[in-house]
């Protein structure tokens, strides 16, 4: 399959796809800012996925709509028989009070397209609406997945037990987030783990609330929390190889409601971050084990709940040489692709990539002196549009690449 890695572009090809795709960019930005002005969550991804259906209909590529509630796929076939190449973009928006002071400013209060998830549909569907015109320029099909729900609870799964990489089968998959961490210009590609597992856990503490002045009538839970909380912190330090990468965060905490009174109660929560899957197990058993161990120390009791959430994004080598080597002809310099990217953030990318080998990409987006350059997430979150055409560059680049028998 991945013998179409000689596939070798003439320069007339190159630049008749890159000017061809250049003069997309208008209409990918407004698709983009009408997806950005009418953000919604995870699995309520209603009026995206008929915007999505509606353009997919006037080209005239055959879909289907209401997989896993929200998501649409979409195939293009080309004109010889040939591979099946997957093409994910994730849909959904965040709970967040967008504040940045543009026209295209989101209409719908309190959510906001903070990840950058408008642009990865709008660069799909400009790869599509090119596939389609193109169908004599690649062998196989293309499989377009657009996923709800990416933030939370995970759109991936669902989309994955619907058979959305069977008939046809789905040879191998690529995907890409726009990434405000690197440069508008600028493709990050990493053979293996690219992103971390995202594990989370909350635990309450049952104490024996009092008086603040008599504590040794009481189980001060604040005390007992405080401590696992520190505790805590040593397992990266202590247990885990110090050649692998891995994280614990306690983001959430509360006990407590005055200054003298012992809390009864205290409850805590964070989240775990590692690349290497022997580690699956063992972050839950020995957190539970410190917080056993601590609040028998005291007498306390405690609930505990641990989820895993998404497991690591692992790219293929194959695929990854693949959409390395189609960088280096969409970037300007080799010095633009960005070779051992790598970020504890969590994808569910990383189911699709369990199941066929791919690749997931980050293309630069940030362009500091245009102000855009906030972090994914943060309410003032925008990036620079020229990448909306250089994603649409990028895909399909890798499609005629792998689609080239
Ligand atoms: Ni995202």
């Known amino acids: 399959m991945i013998s179409t890695l000689t596939y070798t572009p003439t320069i007339d090809t190159l630049s008749r796809i890159r000017l061809e795709i250049r003069a997309l960019q208008p209409q990918l930005v407004v698709w983009r800012r009408g997806l950005h002005q009418k953000p919604e969550l995870g699995f309520s991804e209603h009026q995206t996925a008929k915007l999505i259906s509606q353009q997919l209909t006037k080209w005239g590529i055959e879909h289907q709509t209401g997989i896993a509630k929200t998501g649409v796929v979409a195939t293009i076939v080309g004109n010889r028989p040939g591979p099946v190449l997957g093409i994910r973009a994730d849909m959904d928006a965040l709970p967040i009070h967008e504040l940045n002071d543009v026209p295209y400013r989101s209409q719908h209060d309190g959510l906001m397209h903070a990840c950058g998830h408008d642009g990865h549909v709008a660069i799909a569907l400009g790869t599509a609406y090119y596939l389609a015109k193109h169908r004599d320029d690649f062998a196989g099909t293309v499989k377009f997945i657009f996923q709800p729900a990416e933030e939370q609870p995970g759109g991936a799964k669902p989309m994955i037990n619907s058979g959305v990489l069977h008939d046809p089968d789905v040879n191998a998959i690529i995907g890409l987030h726009l990434w405000n961490n690197l440069s508008l210009g600028t493709v990050g590609v990493r053979s293996g783990p690219m992103m971390a597992a995202t594990e989370l856990f909350q635990c309450t503490i049952q104490g024996k609330g009092g008086h603040g002045a008599m504590p040794h009538q009481t189980i001060d839970s604040i005390i007992v929390a405080a401590q696992i909380i520190n505790a805590l912190q040593a397992i990266v330090s202590r247990n885990i190889d110090p050649l692998k990468a891995a994280v614990v965060t306690v983001g959430k905490l509360n006990a407590g409601s005055a200054f003298n009174v012992i809390a009864d109660s205290a409850h805590f929560g964070g989240t775990?971050?590692?690349?290497?899957?022997?580690?699956?197990?063992?972050?839950?058993?020995?957190?539970?084990?410190?917080?056993?161990?601590?609040?028998?120390?005291?007498?306390?009791?405690?609930?505990?709940?641990?989820?895993?959430?998404?497991?690591?994004?692992?790219?293929?080598?194959?695929?990854?040489?693949?959409?390395?080597?189609?960088?280096?002809?969409?970037?300007?310099?080799?010095?633009?692709?960005?070779?051992?990217?790598?970020?504890?953030?969590?994808?569910?990318?990383?189911?699709?990539?369990?199941?066929?080998?791919?690749?997931?990409?980050?293309?630069?987006?940030?362009?500091?002196?245009?102000?855009?350059?906030?972090?994914?997430?943060?309410?003032?979150?925008?990036?620079?549009?020229?990448?909306?055409?250089?994603?649409?560059?990028?895909?399909?680049?890798?499609?005629?690449?792998?689609?080239?028998?």
């Open 272 to 405: 775990i971050r590692y690349f290497d899957l022997a580690y699956k197990s063992f972050f839950k058993e020995r957190i539970e084990q410190i917080v056993a161990g601590i609040c028998q120390s005291h007498g306390a009791h405690y609930n505990f709940d641990y989820q895993h959430l998404y497991p690591p994004v692992v790219n293929d080598q194959a695929m990854a040489d693949l959409v390395r080597s189609v960088a280096s002809t969409v970037v300007e310099t080799p010095a633009d692709i960005v070779p051992e990217c790598q970020t504890m953030g969590g994808e569910d990318m990383a189911f699709f990539l369990q199941e066929t080998p791919g690749c997931y990409f980050f293309l630069g987006s940030a362009n500091p002196d245009k102000g855009l350059a906030f972090p994914h997430h943060h309410p003032r979150f925008d990036f620079d549009e020229t990448a909306l055409s250089m994603g649409v560059e990028m895909f399909v680049r890798c499609v005629e690449k792998f689609c080239s028998l």
